[in-house]
């Protein structure tokens, strides 16, 4: 099935935008202006967006990959999703084999991906990820690096250990939960 299957990054194949906002929107609303800023960051120096296609032309699945400020040979990758009618058939373990074959042969070399869940712990464990301690979540690509890049490396480098409480507040109706995060880590 995955020779049917192309990994591509966005921002050479901008006419699946729309689609990839209405995939991520049925799984997690968000207003579109707010999509649209992230998607047209793309670019070949991350952070990348990756679209899973197959042969049809037809969206099968998206990911979002960003570098990690503090370590120059890892990524982080978010927002991995698969058409919702067309999960449980194996998409997702190729979308994640597509991406870390393509992150492999990047110079310079990418060696480990990040990533964080609260619920999908188990499909990534199928993907070979294992849980690893919380670390500080610094996407290169923030604005705050503008300029002080090299005052937050030197911050990081005597960095405060990280908590080993990881949490995301998430609101569900009327409810507010404090969810925990577990964060993964893959050697490719
Ligand atoms: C998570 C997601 C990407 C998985 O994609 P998928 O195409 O359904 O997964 P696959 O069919 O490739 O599954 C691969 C393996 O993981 C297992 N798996 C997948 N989702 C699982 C889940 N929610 N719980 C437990 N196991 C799961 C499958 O059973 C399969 O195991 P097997 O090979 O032993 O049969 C997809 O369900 C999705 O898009 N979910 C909504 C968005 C989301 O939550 N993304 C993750 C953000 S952290």
């Known amino acids: 099935m995955s020779s049917n299957l192309q990994l591509l990054p966005l921002h050479e194949n901008q006419y699946f935008q729309n689609n990839v906002i209405e995939l991520l929107n049925d799984e997690w609303q968000q207003s579109k202006t707010i999509r649209m800023r992230r998607l047209e960051r ?3 120096d991350f952070p990348i967006s990756y679209i899973l296609i197959n042969n049809n032309n037809q969206l099968i699945g998206y990911c979002y990959v960003d570098r990690l400020l503090d370590e120059e040979q890892s990524v982080i990758v978010e927002s991995v999703c698969i058409q919702r009618t067309l999960r449980g058939n194996g998409y997702g373990r190729i979308l994640m084999k597509l991406l870390e074959d393509q992150l492999h042969q990047r110079k310079p070399k990418i060696e480990f991906i990040y990533l964080t869940t609260t619920d999908k712990r188990q499909f990534y464990e199928k993907c070979g ?3 690893t301690n919380p670390r500080v979540r610094l996407n290169i690509s923030s604005k705050l690096f503008n300029g002080n890049e090299q005052i937050l490396k030197n911050l990081l480098a005597n960095q ?3 908590t080993t409480d990881s949490h995301v507040i998430l609101q569900k109706g009327s409810t507010i ?3 925990q995060t577990i964060w993964m880590k893959k050697k490719i």
């Open 160 to 162: 405060i250990q990280p």
């Open 129 to 131: 990820y294992e849980e």
């Open 177 to 179: 939960q404090r969810i």
């Open 42 to 44: 793309s670019c070949n």
